[in-house]
């Protein structure tokens, strides 16, 4: 090897190490701001918990996160996240959900909040507060979406918000049956009562615009069903997430439980009495009894 390739080489090398370097001086700065904008959400949030610590208990946590494969790496990038999200937060602080965009400077930045319609205004804050403080765990990705028990956030580089459905990103989780819905006779029964269930939760919220709680009475157990449609979507285009989401959610029987993270929905199902029937939802609340 000659003297000149060895040193062609090390040039080489030397330039992709400060490339490196760069870059990765570039992904520190972001989440450092990013994180300190965290930080003092996230005080608030401590504060609020203090403050009122049965608020919201189950309705906060985390159900589900993805973060998108594609990276960008951009001083614009952080800043226009941030700008989004406090424009969310505003929002969720006065209605309960919010939609928002900055397009300049480049990379453009879509962001949606959506808390489900049983949640009180403070209940709904806090779970926006705990989805904002989580989602940096998915930087440097250009997109991300995290679901709550009681809310959704997602932030994306393109306009989103009339999607119903991603075939790459839906899933279903379900849980695990309890022992009496191992038996053969009760199992088929649970079927039925999730299927009714099910439906008649998708049609009260199509009914109701986009949320609707629903209880199906069993003899044995009965079954507790809520579906939550973004209210960026049109009533068609809710329909289609919810439906999608119910024929996969109802394959989860004889699990006692089981969410759908859709695009555009969430659906869930459990034995457990799980949501709240507050003076806000009452209309939107129905009984279904058993034949």
Not at 101 to 120: M, N, R
Not at 219 to 235: D, G, I, M, P
Request: charged fraction near 20%; hydrophobic fraction near 40%; include cysteine.
């Amino acid at each position: 090897m000659s003297p000149l390739f060895s040193i062609f080489q090390s040039i080489i090398h030397q330039n992709r190490e400060e490339q490196r370097q760069t870059e990765q001086a570039h992904l520190n700065s972001m989440q450092l701001s990013f994180t300190f904008s965290q930080n003092l959400i996230g005080l608030f949030v401590i504060f609020i918990l203090i403050l009122f610590p049965f608020s919201s208990a189950d309705r906060k946590s985390e159900t589900g996160l993805i973060c998108g494969s594609s990276k960008h790496i951009d001083n614009s990038y952080v800043p226009n996240i941030v700008k989004v999200m406090d424009s969310l937060q505003k929002q969720v602080g006065s209605r309960n959900w919010g939609c928002g965009f900055i397009t300049s400077p480049l990379l453009q930045i879509y962001g949606l909040a959506q808390c489900h319609d049983d949640l009180s205004r403070l209940d709904c804050k806090i779970c926006f507060f705990q989805g904002r403080v989580k989602l940096p765990r998915c930087l440097p990705a250009t997109s991300a979406r995290i679901y709550l028990n009681g809310c959704f956030i997602r932030y994306d580089n393109y306009n989103f918000f009339h999607e119903a459905i991603d075939p790459m990103n839906d899933a279903v989780v379900c849980g695990e049956p309890t022992n009496a819905l191992t038996d053969r006779f009760l199992h088929m029964e649970f079927k039925q009562r999730l299927a009714a269930a099910i439906q008649n939760v998708t049609a009260m919220a199509l009914g109701n615009g986009t949320f609707a709680a629903a209880e199906a009475k069993g003899r044995v157990f009965s079954v507790y069903a809520l579906a939550q449609c973004w209210n960026t979507l049109e009533k068609d285009e809710c329909r289609k997430c919810l439906v999608k989401a119910g024929s996969k959610l109802s394959q989860c029987a004889p699990g006692s439980g089981g969410s759908a993270f859709f695009a555009g929905c969430y659906m869930k199902y459990s034995t457990q009495h799980f949501f709240k029937k507050s003076v806000e939802s009452k209309a939107r609340y129905g009984k279904i009894n058993s034949p």
